[in-house]
């Protein structure tokens, strides 16, 4: 009995000494193929093409502005970026919009302005009290807010890049850019009423004026190239600060200045996350790409 207990544990324990030599040779192994494999010292990719590390892009493009109210936003512009590395550039981005009216608006033209007739029949209620926010003419040029033309200096990154496939048979060099950077816009807005000047509700106070907003902006976009100096992609752009879309009075009076005032002015702005979607074309220059060892 004693034999067979002293044969098992000399068992166990053989066992218990081998998988600690196991243990104790598998880093060692490891850092042996490391440091003598046929990959030992080998860039993480071979032959990989540097589109932007010392090239000018240029990207003539078309901008669509998002989820307007009374006037949408269709803007041609031109991006100039500079690359110091594949992964970091300095360039301005603008461009200058043209407008047309959303559905809304043309309800309103309708059957608020043109239905009323104020012009004519400015004793009715509905014109009396509409009379310091609806213009007796055009909506869109008279009193709705728009974006004249927009610069942007702004610094790009690149963070990803790689390939897509399409159905594996279709292959195409893709990066994802972020940018960043400070925004000067035009605006027109309806000029100031009320208080200090001509009473809104006088049709000459219904005309539009310019000033210049400055305002963050930042986005993503997707690009790709499908020769070695001409791309093509789509890029989402947000630009957030206030003005006064409408031209009505929105604020001003009572408690907290939430009612309005009978006056239009800078209290009139709401804030608002303006989004721009873009396509673009990409042409670099030189035409020629680096290409890594």
């Given at each position: 009995?004693?034999?067979?207990?002293?044969k098992?544990?000399?068992?166990?324990?053989?066992?218990?000494?081998?998988?600690a030599?196991?243990?104790?040779?598998?880093?060692?192994?490891?850092?042996?193929?490391?440091?003598?494999?046929?990959?030992?010292?080998?860039?993480?990719?071979?032959?990989?093409?540097?589109?932007?590390?010392?090239?000018?892009?240029?990207s003539?493009?078309?901008?669509?502005?998002?989820?307007?109210?009374?006037?949408?936003?269709?803007?041609?512009?031109?991006?100039?970026?500079?690359?110091?590395?594949?992964?970091?550039?300095?360039?301005?981005?603008?461009?200058?919009?043209?407008?047309?009216?959303?559905?809304?608006?043309?309800?309103?033209?309708?059957?608020?302005?043109?239905?009323r007739?104020?012009?004519?029949?400015?004793?009715?209620?509905?014109?009396?009290?509409?009379?310091?926010?609806?213009?007796?003419?055009?909506?869109?040029?008279?009193?709705?807010?728009?974006?004249?033309?927009?610069?942007?200096?702004?610094?790009?990154?690149?963070?990803?890049?790689?390939?897509?496939?399409?159905?594996?048979?279709?292959?195409?060099?893709?990066?994802?850019?972020?940018?960043?950077?400070?925004?000067?816009?035009?605006?027109?807005?309806?000029?100031?009423?009320?208080?200090?000047?001509?009473?809104?509700?006088n049709?000459?106070?219904?005309?539009?004026?310019?000033?210049?907003?400055?305002?963050?902006?930042?986005?993503?976009?997707?690009?790709?190239?499908?020769?070695?100096?001409?791309?093509?992609?789509?890029?989402?752009?947000?630009?957030?600060?206030?003005?006064?879309t409408?031209?009505?009075?929105?604020?001003?009076?009572?408690?907290?200045?939430?009612?309005?005032?009978?006056?239009?002015?800078?209290?009139?702005?709401?804030?608002?996350?303006?989004?721009?979607?873009?396509?673009?074309?990409?042409?670099?220059?030189?035409?020629?790409?680096?290409?890594?060892?």
């Amino acid at each position: 009995m004693m034999r067979r207990f002293v044969k098992g544990l000399c068992s166990v324990l053989a066992a218990l000494s081998g998988c600690a030599v196991l243990m104790a040779t598998s880093p060692a192994e490891a850092q042996e193929i490391q440091l003598t494999g046929p990959l030992a010292g080998a860039p993480a990719v071979r032959k990989l093409r540097l589109y932007r590390e010392g090239r000018v892009e240029l990207s003539p493009s078309v901008s669509f502005s998002l989820l307007d109210e009374y006037q949408r936003t269709i803007m041609p512009g031109l991006r100039a970026t500079y690359h110091f590395t594949d992964w970091l550039g300095v360039g301005v981005w603008g461009g200058f919009g043209f407008q047309y009216t959303t559905n809304l608006t043309d309800e309103l033209q309708e059957k608020a302005v043109n239905a009323r007739d104020c012009a004519n029949r400015e004793f009715t209620k509905a014109c009396r009290l509409t009379a310091g926010n609806l213009t007796r003419g055009n909506l869109a040029e008279d009193q709705l807010g728009r974006m004249q033309w927009i610069a942007a200096p702004q610094l790009t990154f690149v963070p990803f890049r790689g390939k897509l496939a399409l159905f594996a048979e279709l292959f195409v060099d893709t990066d994802v850019n972020i940018f960043v950077g400070p925004a000067f816009v035009g605006l027109q807005e309806r000029r100031e009423c009320g208080s200090s000047g001509t009473p809104c509700s006088n049709p000459e106070s219904f005309s539009l004026e310019s000033r210049l907003a400055i305002a963050p902006t930042f986005g993503l976009g997707i690009n790709f190239y499908p020769t070695n100096f001409f791309g093509f992609g789509v890029e989402y752009r947000g630009l957030p600060f206030s003005w006064n879309t409408s031209g009505f009075d929105n604020y001003g009076g009572g408690p907290n200045g939430d009612f309005p005032d009978t006056a239009v002015n800078s209290e009139d702005r709401q804030f608002f996350f303006n989004s721009l979607l873009t396509l673009n074309l990409t042409f670099f220059l030189p035409t020629k790409v680096k290409i890594q060892d």
